[in-house]
Antibody, heavy 122, light 107 residues
Framework: QVQLVESGGGVVQPGRALGLSCAASGFAFRSHAIHWVRQAPGKGLEWVAVISYDGRKRSYAESLKGRFTISRDNSKNTVDLQMNSLRAEDTAVYYC???????????????WGQGTMVSVSS | EVVMTQSPATLSVSPGERATLSCRASQRISSNVAWYQQKPGQGPRVLIYGASTRATGIPARFSGSGSGTEFTLTISSLQSEDSAVYYCQQYHNWHCSFGQGTKLEIK
């Protein structure tokens, strides 16, 4: 079935780095842009980054630019999120989501993973 | 950066009644606005995209409207399973932002 599965979360000390991965299956992965969205405990959704279907275009939330890097490997159906210089405020569940195009060219995130928890703490 | 502001923060409505959730953009935006439902312990589920188009499998009691800076999600004839947090989202020019969410409680 169509699914996204995140991995790589865990507990990390402030200032350290951590890499997350999103594995896709059940659909034409190389046809879709993929996003990362995070959710701090008890808080709302915060968009993190997007990578285009072919990996040529990447965009980040302004507050994160420079610390996070998104990449993809269409041969392995995976999207990675490398997070550097982590801070306590990066503590969150990190979701990857598939972008899809609907009628009139409007987009939505129609498939979400189950999320992976990242805790930044000393 | 486009800021999406949702109101109210919490809404309590009786079963069978109508719920109206609002979302205001900080600047005029296209209709590339979506609404998501999130229940505790679950990832979000898309309800509406393009401001007014229901996503696949979404019941007809969910409807969206609006343009410019004002967008609305209406849930008619509320059911107990509609208890959740609802988020609006805009996506334009490779940047995305979510509203802070409206928690919908069923009385």
């Amino acid at each position: 079935q169509v699914q996204l599965v995140e991995s790589g979360g865990g507990v990390v000390q402030p200032g350290r780095a951590l890499g997350l991965s999103c594995a896709a299956s059940g659909f034409a992965f190389r046809s879709h842009a993929i996003h990362w969205v995070r959710q701090a405990p008890g808080k709302g959704l915060e968009w993190v980054a997007v990578i285009s279907y072919d990996g040529r275009k990447r965009s980040y939330a302004e507050s994160l630019k420079g610390r996070f890097t998104i990449s993809r490997d269409n041969s392995k159906n995976t999207v990675d999120l490398q997070m550097n210089s982590l801070r306590a405020e990066d503590t969150a569940v990190y979701y990857c989501a598939r972008e899809t195009w609907g009628s009139e060219g409007y987009t939505s995130f129609d498939v979400w993973g189950q999320g992976t928890m990242v805790s930044v703490s000393s | 950066e486009v800021v999406m502001t949702q109101s109210p923060a919490t809404l309590s409505v009786s079963p069978g009644e109508r719920a109206t959730l609002s979302c205001r953009a900080s600047q005029r935006i296209s209709s590339n606005v979506a609404w998501y439902q999130q229940k505790p312990g679950q990832g979000p589920r898309v309800l509406i995209y393009g401001a007014s188009t229901r996503a696949t499998g979404i019941p007809a009691r969910f409807s969206g409207s609006g343009s410019g800076t004002e967008f609305t999600l209406t849930i008619s004839s509320l059911q107990s399973e509609d208890s959740a947090v609802y988020y609006c989202q805009q996506y334009h020019n490779w940047h995305c932002s979510f509203g802070q969410g409206t928690k919908l409680e069923i009385k």
